[in-house]
């Protein structure tokens, strides 16, 4: 994808918040994203975060 930026280094900035720099446990991240207010088109999924 042009553009697209893979910078995320498994750091919680909202929602979950943990003591260690917010740094999220490893483990199985489920998520659902709604694309606009008045569809219903969904896009669900999940990602392993490994820290290893």
Not at 12 to 35: A, V
């Amino acid at each position: 994808m042009h553009g697209y930026q893979n910078t995320w280094d498994g750091s919680s900035n909202q929602g979950i918040r943990f003591n260690e720099g917010d740094k999220l446990p490893e483990g199985t991240y489920f998520y659902i994203l709604k694309l606009a207010p008045n569809t219903n088109q969904f896009f669900k999924g999940y990602i392993y975060l490994n820290r290893k």
